[in-house]
């Protein structure tokens, strides 16, 4: 994985949206014992729902050493929750299994770290396998419709008002030599995702945001066998308030993006 230049800033950067992230309590189902947690990071999320749960055993997996010995100190007192440095398809080696399995904010560095498409497949599968039967699957991420592939009549405006910022240039250079001209509402989207990153932009540039779509997700949950139970796609209010600010765009106009996907899955 690349380099994190400033860990800190990463993890407050994470950790900023608890209160949104939190969202996914809702999908907790009644008589949960054993939640894991893949791509846990310093365990912020982890150990609010441990909070929130109390009766509930929350194990939080990173592939990060440095986030892990972050989350063990604050777990420390904490009896429903633990922390290991451990790859997901390493972990499938301990023979527990989980009423739930959830990915947050995780999947798309997946995606960008491991080998794009199939290591998200692979998790999936994993995670199926990491189930107890008719155990729940929790997907919360930046997630968009294929269908926002199509261009359409919005775009030359909004893309105006977006390109006309000369402070964004390279960033939209460097944004399309990465994945291609801005011709379609989920680039613009994906850019509008990702711009506020600057300071970090090494990293965050070339990270794809949106690799998976809910179509796909559909197609490769049909196949592991999982029932879909509920499906959100949404625009955290702290991103339209930006957006607005930044570019001047309308209600209209801002009802064509999204930040947020939760699916909510179950193992038959
Ligand atoms: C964007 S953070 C999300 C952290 C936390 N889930 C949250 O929502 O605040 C993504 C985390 O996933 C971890 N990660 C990335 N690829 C992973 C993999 N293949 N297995 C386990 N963790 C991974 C990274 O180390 C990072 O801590």
Redesign the pocket.
Same mark, same amino acid.
């Given at each position: 994985?690349d380099e994190i230049a400033n860990p800190q800033r $990463?993890l407050e950067r994470? &950790?900023k949206p608890?209160q949104e992230?939190l969202r996914i309590a809702h999908f907790i189902p009644r008589g949960t014992k054993t939640v894991l947690?893949?791509?846990? *990071?310093?365990g912020?999320?982890?150990l609010a729902l441990a909070e929130m749960f109390p009766s509930i055993n929350f194990v939080g997996?990173?592939?990060?050493n440095e986030?892990i010995e972050i989350a063990k100190k604050k777990a420390v007192g904490k009896p429903n929750v633990t922390f290991e440095n451990v790859?997901?398809r390493e972990r499938l080696a301990n023979s527990q299994r989980f009423d739930v399995v959830?990915?947050? &904010?995780?999947l798309?560095?997946?995606f960008s $770290?491991?080998e794009g498409t199939s290591?998200v497949v692979k *998790?999936l599968a994993d995670a199926h396998e990491m189930m107890k039967p008719e155990g729940t699957l929790i997907i919360?991420d930046m997630i968009l419709y294929d269908y926002m592939n199509q261009s359409d009549l919005w775009l030359s405006t909004i893309e105006k008002k977006i390109k006309n910022k000369v402070e964004l240039t390279d960033l939209i250079t460097d944004f399309e030599k990465y994945f291609g001209q801005i011709v379609s509402t989920k680039q613009l989207n994906h850019f509008l995702l990702k711009y506020m990153y600057e300071d970090n932009w090494q990293r965050e540039g070339k990270e794809n945001y949106v690799p998976v779509s809910f179509e796909q997700y559909d197609r490769v949950l049909k196949l592991l066998g999982m029932k879909e139970q509920y499906r959100e796609s949404y625009t955290i209010p702290y991103l339209i308030e930006l957006w607005r600010k930044d570019f001047g765009l309308t209600d209209e106009e801002l009802a064509c993006f999204r930040s947020t996907g939760i699916i909510v899955a179950q193992k038959e």
């Open positions: 994985m $990463y994470m &950790s608890l992230k947690d893949v791509g846990c *990071a310093d912020t999320v982890t997996i990173d592939l990060s986030f790859f997901l959830l990915f947050c &904010s995780v798309h560095e997946f $770290y491991g290591t *998790a919360r």
